[in-house]
T-cell receptor
């Protein structure tokens, strides 16, 4: 079946612009996660959605970052006023009940010039 | 989250077994041991997980020490496609937060 998809696969933007990254989880998966991976760094948790519960935003690095999940499916990660340090690969993952295996998408590579 | 320690890198030969170690001396009784791997230019993928007993699946085996303070991921016959970063992660199966906390992992190189 279809896996987690993310779009765009690559995004180049100028410093100060806003960007939106999209994640389509596996159908029926109630949990959705965003991570990011900076060059030479490990994966860093950003935010977690589980069903209709309030999201866990504890990993968001600043208030320029926000995410929403509409209808319990598609999620959008928004970065406002992008900075060069935001350059990274942004990865989305989804899972069945929140403690199950996480399935990752291919990521969106964001480059802020 | 309890911490895991892995070597930075390991090399193996194609078609030979590979043993990837992980130390987790501060593991708690409710922590499961998960392994994910990340192939070049891809997102991570699940490999295997276990609690106390050794586990086998089509990808690998997981050997867990009796005191649970260490574990070893075993690839029975390495292929070139197994070259990746392998992450050993402790994950509590209690509580509300089920995020994965990735360390630096171990980079496995496979020689033809």
């Amino acid at each position: 079946g279809a896996g987690v998809s993310q779009s765009p696969s690559n995004k180049v933007t100028e410093k100060g612009k806003d960007v939106e990254l999209r994640c389509d989880p596996i159908s029926g998966h109630t949990a959705l996660y965003w991570y990011r991976q900076s060059l030479g760094q490990g994966l860093e948790f950003l935010i977690y959605f589980q069903g209709n519960s309030a999201p866990d935003k504890s990993g968001l690095p600043s208030d320029r970052f926000s995410a929403e999940r509409t209808g319990g499916s598609v999620s959008t990660l928004t970065i406002q006023r992008t900075q060069q340090e935001d350059s990274a690969v942004y990865l989305c993952a989804s899972s069945l009940p929140s403690l199950d295996t996480q399935y990752f998408g291919p990521g969106t590579r964001l480059t802020v010039l | 989250d309890a911490k895991t320690t892995q070597p930075n890198s390991m090399e193996s030969n194609e078609e030979e077994p590979v043993h990837l170690p992980c130390n987790h001396s501060t593991i708690s009784g409710t922590d499961y041991i998960h392994w994910y791997r990340q192939l070049p230019s891809q997102g991570p993928e699940y490999v295997i997980h276990g609690l106390t007993s050794n586990v086998n699946n089509r990808m690998a085996s997981l050997a867990i020490a009796e005191d649970r303070k260490s574990s070893t991921l075993i690839l029975h016959r390495a292929t070139l496609r197994d070259a990746a970063v392998y992450y050993c992660i402790l994950r509590a199966h209690t509580g509300a937060n089920s995020k994965l906390t990735f360390g630096k992992g171990i980079t496995l190189s496979v020689r033809p």
